[in-house]
């Protein structure tokens, strides 16, 4: 059964929840085609970018310098589009800037 075809019952407040299960997974490979970029570039942009972005650790693996094999979400694909952009725009010093500006918690 294709997940188009399936009803979710489930209670208002976890709805967003519930779709994140089913959200689309990417390999680094079909990152780098949608991208323009190598599958070398996006792992050193995972890695560059979890030092900014919360949302981009959960691909390191425990030692925190490596990335794990763990398929990539496509709604943080935004990320990694805005970091390629910067790096195209920008100095390195600047995107650092801009990121830890943006992303500061």
Do not use: W
């Not at 709604?75 to 390195?92: C, G, M, T, V």
């Amino acid at each position: 059964m294709l997940i188009e075809e399936m009803t979710l019952y489930v209670p208002a407040d976890n709805t967003q929840d519930i779709l994140k299960l089913y959200e689309p997974e990417l390999k680094r490979k079909d990152l780098a085609a949608q991208l323009g970029v190598t599958e070398r570039t996006i792992s050193r942009y995972i890695e560059f970018g979890s030092n900014f972005i919360p949302d981009l650790r959960e691909y390191l693996a425990e030692d925190g310098c490596s990335l794990n094999r763990k398929a990539f979400r496509s709604s943080h694909l935004h990320y990694l589009e805005e970091i390629r952009d910067l790096k195209r725009r920008y100095s390195a010093s600047r995107v650092i800037e801009i990121l830890t500006r943006k992303y500061a918690r």
